[in-house]
Nanobody, 123 residues
Framework: QVQLVESGGGLVQAGGSLRLSCAASGRTFSNYPMGWFRQAPGKEREFVAGISRSGANTYYVDFVKGRFTISRDNAKNTVYLQMNSLKPEDTAVYYC????????????????WGQGTQVTVSS
């Protein structure tokens, strides 16, 4: 089992920045590729960013490229999502997840999920 706890969400004006953190406990964190997903009201959950076990490889959905950066610190068992130039359409609950095998982009391949943190971007 891996327990994941997100933090760092909040209310920010458009153009602002937030840094989300996801702290892991339980099994060895560095064994798991990690991902960030989000879900806005009335919409399906969508992939935002992913990172390999070592952090050497990262993956992003097109609409966050150049604005969001995923990183991890295996010594601290934490994965981060730095979000810059935020837009109102980025408003959602953001979830981190630990991946088993399979595609980064498909949430069905993730074995463990956090409870989510709300990000609200005002215009």
């Amino acid at each position: 089992q891996v327990q994941l706890v997100e933090s760092g969400g909040g209310l920010v004006q458009a153009g602002g920045s937030l840094r989300l953190s996801c702290a892991a406990s339980g099994r060895t964190f560095s064994n798991y590729p990690m991902g960030w997903f989000r879900q806005a009201p009335g919409k399906e959950r969508e992939f935002v960013a992913g990172i390999s076990r070592s952090g050497a490889n990262t993956y992003y959905v097109d609409f966050v490229k150049g604005r969001f950066t995923i990183s991890r610190d295996n010594a601290k068992n934490t994965v981060y999502l730095q979000m810059n130039s935020l837009k109102p359409e980025d408003t959602a609950v953001y979830y981190c997840a630990a991946k088993g095998s399979g595609s980064y982009y498909d949430g069905r391949w993730y074995d463990y999920w956090g409870q989510g943190t709300q990000v609200t971007v005002s215009s």
